[in-house]
């Protein structure tokens, strides 16, 4: 298989024994995964997670700043990347990261959480290989919010691929109870109307995260 940096070769060696090649940026590397006999092997697209770090969340740079005033609600349309994951049967054997993979740190140093890092040259760098998600801003606060940057807990989010080769995540739904207290629930389904027949799914549990060092 074909990536935007590489190839990707998922061979069976023997009734118990799968080889996993990685080609990126010219670098070469396997693994072996031994299997049962009957084990059957699929490519899925899933939440960005994988990397040299694995990560629960996403911390996203929004193209435009949100501001929302007192009981107002915003309905916004997010584009983020998605990695390919290598199943064994039901298992998740590997993570492959279809472009571009950075980093981020939310919070202080020292009890922050690293995050997969996503804005526009990130996105870019993933050609076609992005999903988007619809997020749902509302408003507890009196205060008048700018939201700039979301972190999103994008392990447990669902992941649809159709026939015409869209993908779309599970609905984000984000919650201000003030300036420093920003709540980000990842849901299990998408709202979106799907165009084509489903032809793939990585169904999540849900996931919900709390901003506290402002948005």
Same mark, same amino acid.
């Given at each position: 298989?074909?990536?935007?940096?590489?190839?990707?070769?998922?061979?069976?060696?023997?009734?118990?024994?799968?080889?996993?090649?990685?080609?990126?940026?010219?670098?070469?590397?396997?693994?072996?995964?031994?299997?049962?006999?009957?084990?059957?092997?699929?490519?899925?697209?899933?939440?960005?997670?994988?990397?040299?770090?694995?990560?629960?969340?996403?911390?996203?740079?929004?193209?435009?700043?949100?501001?929302? /005033?007192?009981?107002?609600? &915003?309905?916004?349309?997010?584009?983020?990347? *998605? !990695?390919?994951?290598?199943?064994?049967? =039901?298992? %998740?054997?590997?993570?492959?990261?279809?472009?571009?993979?950075?980093?981020?740190?939310?919070?202080?140093?020292?009890?922050?959480?690293?995050?997969?890092?996503?804005?526009?040259?990130?996105?870019?760098?993933?050609?076609?290989?992005?999903?988007?998600?619809?997020?749902?801003?509302?408003?507890?606060?009196?205060?008048?919010?700018?939201?700039?940057?979301?972190?999103?807990?994008?392990?447990?989010?669902?992941?649809?691929?159709?026939?015409?080769?869209?993908?779309?995540?599970?609905?984000?739904?984000? /919650?201000?109870?003030?300036? &420093?207290?920003?709540?980000?629930?990842?849901? *299990? !389904?998408?709202?979106?109307?799907?165009? =084509?027949? %489903?032809?793939?799914?990585?169904?999540?549990?849900?996931?919900?995260?709390?901003?506290?060092?402002?948005?």
């Amino acid at each position: 298989m074909n990536l935007p940096r590489g190839a990707l070769v998922v061979e069976k060696i023997s009734e118990n024994i799968v080889r996993i090649t990685k080609i990126i940026n010219g670098a070469s590397t396997s693994k072996l995964i031994s299997t049962q006999t009957d084990s059957f092997i699929t490519l899925k697209a899933i939440p960005p997670i994988g990397g040299s770090l694995s990560t629960n969340c996403i911390y996203a740079t929004l193209p435009e700043p949100v501001t929302l /005033t007192q009981g107002t609600r &915003l309905q916004y349309d997010l584009k983020l990347p *998605v !990695d390919l994951g290598i199943f064994i049967g =039901g298992d %998740l054997v590997d993570v492959v990261p279809l472009g571009k993979v950075k980093y981020a740190l939310y919070g202080p140093p020292d009890i922050g959480d690293i995050c997969r890092y996503s804005d526009l040259s990130v996105i870019n760098s993933y050609n076609e290989y992005i999903a988007r998600a619809k997020v749902i801003f509302k408003t507890l606060s009196n205060v008048k919010t700018e939201i700039s940057r979301l972190v999103i807990p994008i392990k447990e989010a669902s992941v649809y691929l159709t026939e015409e080769n869209e993908m779309y995540f599970s609905d984000i739904e984000v /919650t201000v109870l003030s300036p &420093l207290h920003v709540e980000i629930r990842v849901g *299990v !389904d998408t709202s979106y109307i799907l165009l =084509g027949k %489903l032809i793939s799914l990585f169904k999540g549990s849900g996931a919900f995260y709390v901003m506290k060092h402002g948005a």
